[in-house]
Antibody, heavy 120, light 107 residues
């Protein structure tokens, strides 16, 4: 059974930093691209970032470019999201998401999410 | 960016009703649309990928169709546990984008 367990969320002041982690199990982690998707309170879903299976290619939505870095450790089956220069509009639940094997087939497993609150 | 416009934003239906949710893309995206169900306080649950393929373990009352710019998610016979918000998502080109969601309530 695929399991994705996020951690690292919390309250941070504007301009601060936070590092999210996602521990993956139940599948061959190094074979799948992974993503982060966020959801602001009471709002819809927003794709944040993706990384290919090897970690060689990364992708970001425009609003986080230069502030957020996605990375992975295929030896320890861990996905990370380093978030710097945080803003109030980064406040959201952040989901670790596993992509389907075939490119463009969307996401097939979601973690339970970790809440990030950016506020003074 | 590709915009995904969902309609309606909410609906109320009775148990056993057939429910249809539509999603329109701002440009042609072939069949690269996926659907997710999100119950309150829970993570999204994948339902459909590539417009019409059912994710493993999803009840067959859920189906998807469409290609190009217009897509539909259909629940053939609404059940109490289907009360949720449904999102479409395009995976044709990055940035991946989602529709704003359709909230389905049970009368």
């Amino acid at each position: 059974e695929v399991q994705l367990l996020e951690s690292g969320g919390g309250l941070v002041q504007p301009g601060g930093s936070l590092r999210l982690s996602c521990a993956a199990s139940g599948f061959i982690f190094s074979s799948y691209a992974m993503s982060w998707v966020r959801q602001a309170p009471g709002k819809g879903l927003e794709w944040v970032s993706s990384i290919d299976n090897s970690g060689g290619r990364t992708y970001y939505t425009d609003s986080v470019k230069g502030r957020i870095t996605i990375s992975r450790d295929n030896l320890n089956n861990t996905l990370s999201l380093q978030m710097n220069s945080l803003r109030a509009d980064d406040t959201a639940v952040y989901y670790c998401v596993k992509e389907k094997k075939k490119a463009r087939d969307g996401f097939d497993s979601w973690g339970q999410g970790t809440l990030v609150i950016v506020s003074s | 960016d590709i915009q995904m416009t969902q309609s309606p934003s909410s609906l109320s239906a009775s148990i056993g009703d057939r429910v249809t949710i539509t999603c329109r893309a701002s440009q042609s995206i072939s069949v690269y649309v996926n659907w997710y169900q999100q119950r309150p306080g829970k993570a999204p649950n994948p339902l459909i990928f590539a417009a019409s393929s059912l994710q493993s373990g999803v009840p067959p009352r859920f189906s998807g169709s469409g290609s190009g710019t217009d897509f539909t998610l259909t629940i053939s016979s609404l059940q109490p546990e289907d009360s949720a918000t449904y999102f479409c998502q395009q995976s044709y080109s990055m940035p991946w984008t989602f529709g704003h969601g359709t909230k389905v309530e049970i009368k």
